[in-house]
């Protein structure tokens, strides 16, 4: 059975429609299920005792007075935890020579960033928990504290794990073709240096988990703010020496994650060890002030950079010395030597050139733990690539769209592979930028900015073109050893009444996977979505999957609802053919019906052969597979990853006596392959923008050298607020994959990949023509000012 | 974070709430429209705090026209000053300042007695009381007194109310005929505390400029206002840069908010004058 | 502690249109006090410092920080919280712009968003879109960047001021 995708008007055409999320309605209402709305019988309350010190030996622990305040129940050390829970090691094979120390649950021994979880203090209410954890009173030995990146690596740094040799946790360079040379004989070489500020993903509903262990039956629920309540299950499993079977984890609603709740977290690991000794449930939910120093955070990098271009503007090489500053510990299981890795592979991206070199160091320091967090390394290699593209361009006196268009990969090119080694099956960015061009008026726009800069009104232009890393194979982490599902599986049933019930693999937290699944379904069997009901986030129900990241849920998950849901109609209508006595091959599903595929013409609706397949077995002929259940599972298999590919535009004004940065539009063309939910990928496109658009302007976690994380509450750590976030034009160009019957690539994080760049290209076009150049993100109205030149110390 | 207080009482009258002051031992805070106390409070900055609720006192709200002045309660919520047309009429600048504090929610419990007291050096209120010439109304165990505004601010969170004593009502001058008031800020997002803020009040007897967010109390720039009278623009500008003490914190340095609020005395004065840049 | 300073406080106060009481700690903020004593956990709170917005309720017809007041402060007050919004249908209209548009997506924020906007909805006319956006500036969200929420409002202001016109 195949979908003729490219006819609106075909039968049950829920794909490629916007239909409202099933979901969407008990969220409005205030009748959503997020883990703290959750109250169990004897439920009782963790609060964390963490480290004030970035680095300290823990000595003497003394919990007398703590455990006097009324309500206290037990308190626990990293000694008692470890007693019950193995610590882990955050490598991969595939990573050569990434290296990271055991990590326990609570720290024992030595505490290694400000946040560092030491002592659990269980409660019967939250506030009795703080109330106590304040007077628990921890010995410490403070160590000298490693907080400077470029100087991790020098020989009078103290080396943060003495048993690692140094604070090098991975190191990775990558060489195509004959750099030095194409430098030597360029026409011009444009070198700069970039940074990229630490962020943390600051998710709305903070990290959540209630655990409850039942001894009488051996089993442990986990209900957890998770991406990947399977790999959770997986963690839990083997370090709390339980077997796999006997974890089950569900997610409900979860309230916000981009990647931050998709990795291990001591605290919430602890949480489940507690809940296994104290056989009871047992919540915690991070506040707001310790999510500062305990989500993980991410993009803490300097780069140096170099372009080389010939006189007609072709790119020549490119020359990466990235360095990226993690913290205590490579985070479990997915590591913090991803990003950087990703910085190696995904710089350059658009353009077809033949000599490229890129190095990622990653450094150790005593701070918060990085990790894969929304478009990970993209927003870096796409701010450090379309930077030096427009410099270069500025050197020769060329338009910013002229220069691109002489270098990006011709449409009809693939497939390819690019000097980094990345295969890309096929990708638009001709027409995407074709695309733009006429969203923005960009001619239009550049009359308007020419007009308003005799006026001594500045605005900039800023573009960037970039890839993205979506539907990951097993090369991505399965190779390196990690238990981390990169198939997917969907099981779809009819009930007797007709309705249907989708079990899927792939998770929920707000982009619309819900939906996204129920009409791939609905019209994978003939329904509508409204009959569809879609079940996500339970390891005891779905299938095995891998959940969401990397922007997977609709190319895999989706691809497995797909498969299971055409293998479904096939069963319905085997059955449907012995009842009215037609080849199954002649009838159709329609709209809950069985019709004639020829005519059209209903032959019975789907809850009669409900009826009959459960309650009236009797009257169907013997030997009939009557099982209206399916269940698929889907991997790719030709491409280690479906790259998309986009092009933005930032549209601002620089106000050069202040220095603020108003922004006065945002455009997106985005090639995600075959888009199911256009209203669903808008979205997640807008809001990956403005994520992004905090980056380049608000959001940098400030540490002093003693490792004190200065900035942590919302009055301080920026995040993008209404006002100041500019509407947004989406467009698309829809090349799809060959991969898969759907063709849907992933669209969640192509936002933030190239909003940081554009509106660095953006600033620095208005400020060309008053000399300045900013390089080092966010771009705060004082980095705008010394720019210039305004600034006297 | 879950707030810790030590205990509750709700004060009846004004008399009450000094009573039950007195009873806290030291450990009295007075709760008025609590959105930066119960802040301080949930973030365990503050613990164990015995909480005298002003908030159902009637005497302390309200604005008029009293002796010659405008009177404005200390309970007086921020949304209401920027609604007050007596306010409006007599201190335009309170209202002007009301729009950059905060968001809604705040403004609708906020209070001006309440944001006196904090002293938080970045806040709008404090400047403009100053710039305006104000007076702020104690009562206390003693009795009642009033404390200039130039002598109330006295550090970071520190005014010049003793232990025990409430902050009751301001008092402002009246518009003059010809008076101009402009307050100006830069912030990095809409609501957030000043980078710098500038407070400016033309008289016909001459300027008063106040600057806010640029050190541990606002500051009342004489040094610029002296130039400004004199006609001296681009001296006063020199002269306000001069004559404050910005912090450095992640925000911003301190050379960068001394630039600012140079910058921003220029755009003020522009504003003052109905010219455009 | 004297006697006139109690750690716990009953309280009697509506919410929801309906009577209800509780005997809370002094520091307990009105969230907390919906969500644990009464089980309302359709209000958030998320940052508990006032600047996040997601714990926005009506209290006494206004648009208030719920972490930011305290359950004691609350007696004989008026509390709406948005599963009593849905309730009585006063902002049906909105909600289902919210749905049609997309304005929501982990929906951590919406309850906080939506008594902001009621706020803004009750005074009136058609905000500009800048406007709303002020309005709504103390109102985070990770998710939707901002846009989706903006065109509902203003979608259902246009509304309710053609039907007040007509």
């Known amino acids: 059975m195949t979908i003729s995708f490219g006819n609106p008007d075909r039968p049950n055409s829920y794909i490629g429609k916007t239909v409202p999320r099933p979901n969407a309605p008990r969220l409005v209402q205030g009748r959503g299920k997020y883990v703290d709305d959750i109250v169990l019988p004897r439920m009782a309350h963790v609060v964390f005792v963490r480290s004030p010190h970035a680095h300290a030996k823990i000595g003497a622990i003394d919990t007398a007075e703590a455990a006097a305040v009324k309500g206290v129940l037990r308190i626990f050390t990293g000694a008692d935890i470890a007693e019950v829970c193995t610590p882990w090691v955050a490598v991969l094979a595939h990573l050569k020579g990434l290296k990271s120390p055991p990590q326990h649950a609570l720290a024992v021994d030595r505490a290694c960033w400000v946040g560092d979880p030491v002592v659990a203090v269980v409660a019967t209410s939250r506030a009795a928990a703080e109330e106590a954890a304040a007077l628990v009173e921890v010995d410490y030995d403070p160590l000298p504290a490693v907080t400077d990146m470029m100087s991790a690596l020098d020989a009078d740094t103290p080396v943060l794990h003495p048993d690692m040799g140094d604070n090098l946790a991975f190191r990775r360079l990558h060489e195509e073709g004959d750099v030095e040379a194409a430098f030597a004989s360029a026409h011009k070489v444009v070198e700069a240096r970039f940074k990229t500020a630490r962020h943390t993903g600051v998710t709305l509903e903070p990290r959540s988990i209630l655990v409850d262990w039942n001894p009488a039956e051996g089993q442990m629920t986990a209900w957890h703010a998770t991406q990947a309540p399977h790999m959770m299950q997986t963690v839990f499993a083997k370090h709390l020496d339980l077997p796999e079977g006997r974890v089950r984890v569900i997610c409900d609603d979860v309230g916000g994650s981009y990647g931050i709740k998709v990795h291990v977290y001591p605290d919430e690991v602890a949480t489940a060890a507690i809940a296994k000794i104290m056989a009871r449930p047992i919540k915690f939910v991070a506040d707001r002030l310790e999510s500062f120093t305990t989500d993980i955070h991410a993009r803490d990098h300097e780069i140096g950079a170099r372009i080389a271009v010939d006189e007609t503007g072709k790119i020549l090489a490119m020359d990466i010395d990235d360095w990226t500053a993690i913290g205590a510990y490579s985070v479990y299981p997915r590591t913090s030597a991803i990003e950087g890795n990703q910085v190696v592979n995904l710089c350059g991206g658009p353009y077809d050139f033949a000599h490229y070199r890129a190095q990622t160091s990653v450094v150790f320091q005593n701070k918060t733990p990085t990790c894969q967090y929304r478009a990970v390394g993209h927003p870096i290699a796409v701010a450090v690539t379309e930077g030096l593209v427009d410099m270069a361009a500025a050197e020769l006196g060329m338009d910013p769209v002229e220069i691109r268009r002489r270098n990006m990969y011709a449409d009809d090119a693939y497939p390819v592979t690019s000097p980094a080694k990345m295969r890309f099956e096929g990708l638009s960015h001709h027409a995407s930028m074709d695309k733009l061009m006429a969203l923005m008026d960009y001619e239009g726009l550049r009359a308007e900015q020419a007009e308003l800069r005799k006026k001594g009104i500045h605005r900039g232009i800023g573009i960037a073109s970039f890839i993205e890393l979506t539907n990951p194979s097993p090369f991505m982490y399965g190779i390196g050893g990690a238990r981390i599902s990169a198939q997917d599986g969907c099981t779809v049933r009819m009930d007797p009444d007709g309705s249907i019930v989708a079990l899927s693999g792939v998770t929920e937290q707000g982009q619309g996977t819900e939906a996204m699944l129920a009409q791939i379904v609905a019209e994978g069997v003939g329904v509508a979505p409204a009959r569809v009901r879609v079940i996500t986030g339970d390891t005891q129900v779905t299938p095995y999957g891998g959940g969401t990241w990397a922007s997977r849920g609709a190319g895999i998950g989706g691809e497995a609802a797909l498969q299971s849901a055409l293998a479904l109609k096939g069963s319905i209508l085997e059955v449907a053919g012995a009842m009215l006595q037609a080849p199954a091959d002649a009838l159709d599903i329609r709209d809950g019906q069985v019709v004639d595929t020829a005519t059209g013409e209903a032959r019975m609706p789907l809850e009669e052969l409900g009826r009959i397949v459960y309650f009236r077995g009797d009257t169907l002929p013997k030997g009939l597979p009557r099982e209206l259940v399916q269940t698929r599972h889907f991997i790719t298999s030709d491409y280690p990853f479906a790259f998309t590919n986009g092009v933005q535009a930032s549209y601002l004004e620089v106000d050069t006596g202040t220095g603020e940065v108003k922004l006065l539009k945002h455009w997106c063309v985005e090639d995600c392959g075959r888009i199911i939910n256009p209203q669903l990928v808008d979205e997640q496109i807008r809001g990956g923008i403005v994520q992004g658009l905090g980056g380049a302007l608000f959001e940098e976690i400030h540490y002093d050298e003693d490792g004190q994380l200065l900035n942590g509450s919302m009055a301080d750590y920026l995040v993008p607020m209404a006002a100041e976030m500019p509407d947004m034009v989406i467009g698309h160009v829809e090349t799809p994959t060959m991969e898969s019957t759907l063709g849907a690539k992933g669209a969640g994080e192509a936002g933030t990949a190239g909003a940081p760049a554009a509106v660095m290209n953006a600033i620095n076009d208005a400020l060309r023509p008053l000399g300045a150049q900013v390089t080092a993100m966010p771009f705060t109205p004082e980095r705008i000012l010394r720019a210039m030149g305004q600034i006297e110390d | 974070m879950k707030a810790l207080a030590g205990g509750y009482a709700r004060a009846r009258d004004v008399t009450h709430a000094l009573d039950l002051l007195a009873q806290a031992d030291g450990m009295g805070r007075v709760l008025a429209g609590g959105q930066s106390l119960i802040a301080a409070m949930n973030m365990r900055l503050s613990t164990g705090d015995m909480l005298v609720d002003i908030s159902r006192i009637a005497d302390l709200r309200g604005v008029a026209v009293e002796d010659g002045c405008l009177r404005i309660g200390a309970l007086t919520r921020h949304a209401d000053i920027g609604t007050d047309p007596l306010v409006a009429t007599h201190a335009p600048l309170l209202v002007q300042a009301v729009h950059h504090i905060a968001h809604a929610a705040i403004r609708n419990r906020g209070t001006i007695g309440g944001s006196l007291a904090h002293a938080d050096p970045a806040a709008e209120f404090p400047a403009c009381v100053l710039a305006l010439g104000g007076t702020i109304h104690l009562q206390g165990p003693e009795g009642v007194r009033q404390v200039a505004a130039e002598d109330f601010f006295v550090d970071v969170f520190e005014t010049a109310i003793e232990e025990g004593e409430i902050l009751t009502a301001i008092t402002l001058p009246l518009l003059e005929a010809g008076e101009r008031h402009v307050l100006i800020e830069t912030a990095r997002r809409s609501g957030d505390y000043a980078l710098a803020g500038l407070c400016v009040v033309k008289r016909a007897a001459g300027h008063r400029v106040t600057a806010f967010s640029v050190g541990p109390r606002p500051v009342l720039a004489m040094a610029a206002m002296e130039l400004l009278d004199a006609g001296d623009t681009a001296g006063a500008v020199d002269a306000l840069r001069a004559e404050i003490d910005p912090p450095s914190d992640t925000q911003a340095s301190a050379a960068y908010r001394r630039h600012l609020a140079g910058v921003l005395l220029t755009r003020a004065l522009h504003d003052l004058t109905g010219e455009t840049a | ?166």
């Open chain 3, 1 to 166: 502690m004297t006697e006139a300073f109690r750690d716990r406080i009953d309280i009697a106060l509506t919410v929801n249109g309906e009577a209800v009481e509780g005997r809370v700690p002094a520091g307990r903020h009105l969230i907390d006090f919906l969500r644990l004593d009464l089980g309302l956990t359709g209000s958030h709170a998320s940052c508990e410092h006032g600047v996040c917005g997601a714990c926005t309720i009506h209290v006494d017809g206004q648009a208030v920080r719920g972490c930011l007041m305290l359950a004691a402060q609350a007696d004989g007050a008026e509390v709406w919280t948005l599963e009593g919004l849905t309730e009585t249908g006063v902002i049906r209209d909105l909600q289902d712009a919210f749905v049609e548009r997309n304005a929501l997506q982990c929906g951590y924020c919406t309850p906080g968003m939506l008594a902001s906007i009621k706020e803004l909805l009750d005074m009136g006319g058609v905000p500009d879109r800048a406007t709303i956006r002020e309005h709504l500036s103390g109102n985070y969200c990770r998710c939707t960047g901002y846009e989706a929420i903006i065109d509902a409002v203003e979608s259902v202001a246009k509304v309710r001021a053609g039907e007040a016109a007509a």
